[in-house]
């Protein structure tokens, strides 16, 4: 990636990266020989922090591309840049072969944002919203339920009640039946003002008040996806993706554990973005793809040393 006599002074490295960065993110995709009957899409956010003028974070969309034969191609972008997040999706669909006939599934976490660039990047399908978000949502619920004070009978039958209604909730929207999760969420409701008064610790709110706003923002998050959701367990059972698990990963090996987790450094908007490039061309193995394939793709599944073996 560097030149010979490119000397070890930072700021020459620096810029050099930023130069591949900016070649990366222009190559044209070189597509494969065989087409892919089908592709899933995924498509998420995540934030670094900023050294910009008033802005403490930067939105990085980060997604992958992949077929049922393994083949797998990841993209990102900080949000407000010059790079085009459309054009890398569509380059990263036809580098795995990505046809006319193809057919296309989708997963964001519900951020209309997010359809919305997916749509434009010729992805008709209708986007689901991911399991995973909702996973979250359903553990956070669990866990607050049972720290609920059981201080008299009364609050532990309660608790009882709220309990299963959450895990009958989980089962409910897992198994396509998000339209009745009301039923479930207005149950809890009927039981809540036993926990009225309940006291909270010197540095936290009572666990009643935490599972009303949890409960308040499920319901709102439900009433608003409602459109996205499917039956996941019919999907899980056909062998078929039921969320973004997938791209978590991406976005914690590709931006998180490199420029977020534990890292106390701020980045411009543009430093970031061209330095995210060179790590997905790393990960694709484009990244020397024009001087001999120098690097091998990082999620190859038939690395030099195993197909030596």
């Known amino acids: 990636m560097f030149p010979i006599d490119a000397g070890t002074d930072p700021e020459t490295l620096r810029r050099h990266t930023l130069r591949v960065g900016e070649a990366a993110a222009d190559r044209a ?36 591309v992949e077929t049922k034969s393994s083949a797998r191609q990841v993209f ?14 569509r380059g990263s669909l ?3 072969g990505r046809t006319e006939g193809t057919e296309l599934t989708a997963f964001t976490d519900g951020c209309p944002g997010l359809r919305r660039i ?11 919203v991911d399991w995973f978000h909702i996973g979250m949502r359903l553990e956070h619920l669990k866990q607050i339920a049972g720290a609920l004070t059981t201080d008299n009978p009364a609050r532990v039958a309660a608790k009882a009640v709220i309990v299963t209604e959450v895990e009958r909730l989980h ?3 897992w198994n396509g039946g998000a339209q009745n999760a009301r039923k479930s969420i207005d149950r809890i409701r009927a039981v809540m003002h036993l926990f009225q008064g309940e006291p909270g610790s010197r540095k936290s709110v009572a666990p009643s008040r935490k599972l009303w706003t949890a409960l308040h923002a499920l319901d709102g998050y439900l009433s608003g996806q409602s459109a ?3 039956n996941y367990a019919e999907r899980h059972r056909a062998g078929l993706r039921v969320g973004t698990a997938v791209t978590e990963g991406t976005a914690n ?17 543009r430093g970031a973005d061209l330095l995210l490039q060179v790590r997905c061309a790393v990960y694709n193995g484009t990244l020397g793809f024009d001087f001999g394939q ?16």
């Open 118 to 128: 997916l749509a434009d990047a010729g992805v008709a399908e209708t986007p689901i």
């Open 228 to 230: 996205w959701l499917v």
């Open 171 to 173: 089962w409910r929207i």
């Open 76 to 89: 990102g972008v900080v949000a407000k840049t010059d790079t085009d997040i459309k054009v890398l999706i």
């Open 294 to 309: 120098k690097f091998y793709p990082a999620n190859d599944v038939s690395p030099p040393t195993a197909v030596a073996a």
């Open 94 to 96: 036809d580098a795995i």
């Open 253 to 269: 090996f590709l931006v998180n554990r490199r420029m977020n987790k534990s890292q106390q450094m701020r980045w411009s908007r």
């Open 29 to 64: 995709a070189i597509r494969p020989e065989a087409a892919a009957p089908a592709i899933t899409v995924t498509l998420d956010s995540t934030f670094i922090r900023s050294c910009e003028d008033g802005e403490r974070h930067l939105e990085v969309r980060v997604g992958n």
